[in-house]
């Protein structure tokens, strides 16, 4: 668009030249309106401020767009009250299934009937209170609560639901500040008082246990009307508690009339008699409004989920298809998430709703992806507003969906009015941001008992030109008009926020904080990091004593505020910044959590002992695997030292100490020895125990044990001719500096105790009846020694282990292990252990070390070494992958990896030669190292994001191979431990498997969404790991091609096997290199934490398709990338 403003004697002349496929000619003139309105506004009043400029068109370009602007038509009819409508859907569908919770299914008159006998009770419970206005429920998710809900309306109350996972101290607080005359629960409910004199109890534990002969007695009962249902649609049906400025939480008001005018709302739900509708959200939020109501009025099927299943969407995605589940509401954030790692749990459903947080198109278009035949609604409504007020509909036939952005909230509802005006209620016209208000049916009666807040939210507010409906609620969102839907911009009222898709007033945070008594101020702000990440709350405080009473202070708050509302971080100041007028100044604590972004909670804490033995037992593995002498029940795992790798152990280490599976993703989710203890807890209690041992029961033929998979593959590729026995592309080096008065016949003693342990250094690789063989001999292995110059330089040095390092092996002829020393002086050596990778991973090396440390060091003083025995070898688990327990565990993995990688496309790097038949895997390396101070700060970007250091590269070198080929679905190759056995822990072996990360790839996404991306698959990969890549290969097939390899050219790995300095005895040892000049790919990318300060990276290329110089053109993108991310 270009705008030429002509200025002449008596007047000024505008033209616009635009692109007429990008705006209508009606935008143009809504543009040349609005700058005539701020003409006038300079020449009549210079004085006025920007925001106060009248648009005097506003409603003719509203009008002129199809924007709707008049009421919501009023019903010619007064609306049924819930009862009445609830009766006309049992005379419908009176046989129908109402209700499905596990095996247990209720037809709409068997829920009918249970309902009026459970109002009897409620009726009998609150005969001796004066007053029956609300009746609270505290009940999981379930049949009973359905059914307790219904039973409270048709008894004339109004429910107040309560999460049951509320702090006990806020349920009492709600219950007294509703009015409650009987609070509902179950033995699964929460443990609360209450005063009895005030509030009666019914407890319904039980209740549908008789409910044949409930429903049988009950008939005449049914018949009777004895239940009185409310007079009124205009009764409240529902109270639900929202987040308070004064610190105290408010109740919405919803009348009946308003629940049944959007619960028969089929413009907006798709369902109806015959269909299914997923009930997966808590009680307590409005979107069990849908959950409930329009699934029972509507004749549809109601079945119940079980939370911790709403949680793992591969799990859901199961329950759906075992229910046959048509529809349901999912809450924004968990929509994401299962966009992301299992969209599967679309594909059969026919309408998903979500709402309740700002929804991307990228999610959306992963979600479309799987399930292209699916009505998606982005939907958006607050809790005043009876849930929805507009909504966006997708619709399968819209095939031009945008692949980033913010997706519209829509239109209103046809019982709906939404406008969007500016400070001073006035229209703002299309494209002009303002803040929206909505009317109609769905608008709350008020706050309860809050006559002054009710009066400022709900406003009376008269447009001109309009009429009818002039009673609207303020929902202090900016939104704009956009190509006649709605546009969600942000809040308006920096004060109140939405995290996780629950909205809450950041000032009762801040009162709470106060009343701990352990502050003399307090400001809370809801931080979004500059890079995209997640929001994060964080609580800024002045505290009494100058003592770290920061952990103190969120015990406090952990008993009285939701989990949701609980401050991510405490930050103590000496005092808080103010505007002039003594107000609390939010933005500078913005920028004061800018600067603190690094800090973490943790650092605050202080000392802090375990509750009991499982957090003591869960403190000591975390301090087992990370080295660590100590570690608090709150420490982060990835904070104080764990990654991917190490999550992986940590799993394995669980299963084996307390008997259960435990997901990697409750390792994630829950990262603390506390949180974990708690989800381990979980899991005993619905999961039986079991143990699972690898070892075999007897040697095939009594000499020969087969292969493992990862093992078939190398003997395989060593059988080609092209490929060749001799080709040492396959040699695995390890290189020890050694300075020090080394023992030599000491070391070969060593070396040869390592051997006798491990018969995986003992083997060799033969045929029985035409199929590759293991047969372990006895083998002895001896130090050879090479003598070398005192001047020699260190270039000739690791140019001469290299070059004994590739000396190829014959596998079927002797063990696949040298040990050579070059020897430099006494006090002056290179050790080289040079092995087939077919015998050893990265990790063997960790092993080695180790026990190189142990057995020398009690050789010299003359003691046996302290090893304990190997409770089983590595044949043992090759083995144990030949077994039926082991293609058990595979099955599930199998159809994942299959789905996952399907119709995948290897990541290209543009090469600098053409590709030859055979690769002769030549190779270079060309090594970068990255300043301590970016790698400081990429690992500060880690914990703020809650990844590992690999997600994090990954993202990076994905974001380059990208930006080098464009290519939006790509796939390269990682190297995962795959020691997820604690048997396998200790043993020298070829564990390492190669798994696929699928990637992709969209121009608009930022780089925050790209890593949670990778997060999400990696975690899934993780969580896959057992079945190995060379059954992936076999799985999907993929067309041979003898100068490729399947699936992936790249690898990308970051190394965390320790390489820092140790000491063997009196010799300091370090690790240095050997200059192999193979790869066995187009490219390997290595990155190493060395001497944890700076990151270095290994680029090992093929020479037959890349130059040096491209090499470091990809690495000086990647460090720039790195940079970017960085800053």
């Not at 219950?175 to 629960?185: E, N, P, Y």
């Not at 420490?635 to 030292?641: E, N, V």
């Not at 997600?951 to 995962?976: E, H, N, Y």
Request: with cysteine; glycine share 6%; charged share 20%.
């Amino acid at each position: 668009m270009v705008w030429n403003a002509c200025p002449s004697a008596d007047h000024l002349r505008v033209n616009i030249s635009f692109d007429s496929t990008r705006f209508g000619s009606g935008t143009i003139h809504t543009f040349l309106d609005n700058l005539l309105d701020v003409l006038t506004a300079i020449v009549t009043d210079p004085d006025r401020t920007v925001d106060d400029v009248l648009f005097s068109h506003s409603l003719e370009q509203l009008v002129a767009a199809n924007i709707p602007v008049d009421p919501a038509p009023i019903p010619s009819q007064p609306r049924p009250t819930l009862t009445q409508a609830f009766s006309d859907a049992v005379a419908a569908y009176h046989d129908l299934p109402a209700l499905i919770d596990g095996d247990l299914t209720l037809t709409y008159r068997e829920v009918d009937i249970l309902s009026s006998v459970l109002s009897q009770r409620i009726l009998e419970a609150t005969r001796q209170q004066e007053l029956h206005a609300f009746v609270s429920l505290c009940i999981p998710s379930g049949a009973i609560a359905v059914l307790t809900i219904l039973a409270i309306v048709k008894s004339g109350a109004a429910y107040v639901p309560l999460d049951v996972r509320f702090p006990a101290e806020r349920i009492e607080s709600l219950i007294k500040d509703s009015g409650a005359s009987l609070v509902i629960t179950t033995s699964e409910s929460a443990s609360f008082n209450f005063d009895p004199k005030r509030v009666a109890h019914l407890d319904v534990t039980g209740f549908l246990d008789d409910r044949k002969s409930l429903v049988a007695a009950n008939v005449r009962e049914e018949r009777d009307g004895s239940v009185s249902p409310s007079e009124s649609s205009n009764d409240a049906a529902y109270v639900l508690y929202t987040s308070g400025s004064t610190g105290k939480p408010k109740g919405v008001v919803i009348k009946q009339s308003s629940v049944v005018a959007f619960a028969t709302n089929t413009d907006i739900f798709k369902w109806g008699p015959g269909q299914r509708v997923a009930q997966v959200n808590n009680l307590a939020w409005d979107a069990s409004v849908i959950d409930v109501w329009s699934s029972l009025l509507l004749g549809a099927t109601l079945v119940c989920f079980d939370r911790f299943d709403v949680l793992d969407p591969s799990t859901l995605a199961q329950r759906f298809r075992e229910a046959h589940i048509d529809g349901c509401l999912v809450p924004t954030p968990l929509f994401r998430q299962f966009a992301t790692t299992c969209p599967d749990v679309f594909r059969e459903l026919t309408q998903i709703l979500t709402g309740g947080d700002a929804l991307d198109y990228a999610s959306l278009c992963q979600a479309r992806a799987a399930a292209p035949h699916v009505v998606f609604t982005n939907a958006y409504g607050p809790t005043e507003a009876c849930v929805i007020a507009t909504t966006f509909d997708i619709p399968p036939s819209d095939d031009n969906l945008p692949h980033a952005g913010p997706v519209p909230i829509g239109r209103p509802l046809k019982t709906s009015q939404a406008l969007v005006i500016d400070r001073y209620g006035r229209l703002v016209p299309p494209g002009v941001i303002g803040e929206l208000v909505v009317g109609g049916e769905g608008i709350a009666e008020g706050y309860l008992n809050r006559p002054a807040e009710t009066a400022s939210a709900f406003v009376e507010l008269r447009v001109d030109g309009l009429h009818g409906n002039t009673r609207f609620y303020c929902t202090g969102d900016a939104v704009r008009w956009c190509d006649g839907q709605l546009q969600f911009m942000g809040r308006i009222n920096a004060g109140q926020v939405k995290i996780r898709g629950q909205r809450f007033e950041l000032s009762e945070i801040e009162a709470t904080v106060f009343r701990t008594g352990l502050v003399n101020g307090a400001g809370a702000i809801c931080y979004k990091p500059t890079n995209g990440g997640d929001p994060s709350l964080i609580a800024y405080v002045v505290l009494v004593f100058r003592t770290n009473m920061e952990h103190s202070i969120l015990e406090q708050l952990r008993v009285v505020l939701p989990s949701y509302m609980i401050p991510d971080r405490i930050i103590s100041v000496d005092a808080l910044p103010v505007h002039t007028s003594g107000k609390l100044d939010r933005r500078q604590l913005v920028a004061m959590a800018e600067k603190d972004a690094s800090l973490d909670i943790c650092a605050a804490e202080g000392l802090v002992l375990p509750a009991d033995d499982m957090e003591a037992r869960l403190c000591g593995i975390f301090g087992d695997l990370l080295s660590l002498q100590a570690v608090s029940p709150l420490a982060d795992f990835f904070h104080i030292g764990g990654h991917s790798l190490l999550a992986t152990r940590l799993k394995s280490a669980l299963e084996f100490e307390f008997h259960v599976p435990v997901p990697l993703r409750a390792i994630f989710s829950h990262s603390s020895p506390r949180k974990l203890a708690a989800s381990i807890r979980d899991i005993l209690v619905s999961t039986p125990s079991h143990e699972f041992s690898m070892k075999i029961s007897a040697p095939l033929d009594g000499a020969h044990y087969p292969l493992s998979f990862a093992q078939q593959r190398l003997w395989f590729l060593s059988q080609l001719a092209y490929f060749g026995s001799q080709n040492i592309c396959y040699n695995t080096p390890y290189v020890l500096k050694l300075q020090g008065p080394l023992n030599v016949d000491t070391l070969e003693r060593t070396l040869q105790e390592i051997v006798s342990r491990h018969e995986i250094l003992r083997t060799i690789f033969v045929e029985v009846n035409q199929a590759a063989a293991t047969q372990v001999i006895d083998f002895c292995p001896r130090l050879e020694m090479v003598p070398l110059a005192p001047d020699i330089d260190k270039r000739s040095i690791h140019k001469l282990v290299g070059e004994y390092a590739r000396r190829p092996f014959s596998l079927d002829l002797e063990p696949c292990f040298r040990a050579t020393l070059f020897q430099i002086s006494q006090d002056h050596s290179y050790l080289l252990l040079c092995l087939h990778h077919i015998l050893v991973d990265g990790f063997s090396f960790d092993v080695i070390r180790q026990e190189l440390v142990e057995i020398y060091v009690a050789f010299e003083a003359g003691k046996d070494y302290d090893l304990p025995p190997l409770g089983i070898q590595y044949k043992d688990f090759a083995q144990w992958q030949q077994s039926e327990d082991f293609e058990r565990l595979l099955e599930p993995q199998i159809e994942y990896w299959a789905k996952q990688l399907k119709g995948s496309q290897a990541a290209e790097v543009p090469t600098d030669f053409p590709r030859p038949q055979h690769l002769s895997y030549e190779g270079k390396t060309f090594v970068a190292r990255f300043p301590p101070e970016l790698f400081t700060r990429l690992q500060q970007i880690c914990k703020q994001e809650h990844v590992t250091m690999f997600m994090l590269l990954s993202t990076v070198f994905r974001i380059v191979q990208f930006q080098l080929t464009g290519q939006t679905d790509a796939s390269f190759a990682f190297p995962i431990a795959n020691r997820n056995r604690p048997e396998t822990e200790k043993l020298i072996g070829f564990f390492v498997n190669t798994q696929v990360l699928r990637l992709e790839v969209h121009p608009g996404q930022t780089f925050v969404e790209l890593l949670q991306q990778v997060r999400e698959l990696s975690m899934a990969a993780f969580e896959h790991q057992d079945l190995p890549f060379e059954r992936v290969v076999s799985i999907l097939n993929p067309t041979r091609d003898l100068s490729r390899n399947p699936l992936a050219q790249v690898v990308l790995a970051y190394q965390t096997v320790k390489n820092a300095p140790f000491t063997i005895g009196n010799v300091h040892a370090s690790s240095s290199r050997a200059v192999m000049d193979v790869t066995r790919l187009d490219l390997e990318i290595h990155f190493f934490p060395k001497n944890d300060e700076h990151l270095l990276g290994e680029f090992v290329y093929s020479t037959d398709l890349y130059k040096e110089e491209t090499i470091a053109d990809l690495s000086d993108r990647i460090r720039k990338v790195l940079e970017q991310v960085a800053d």
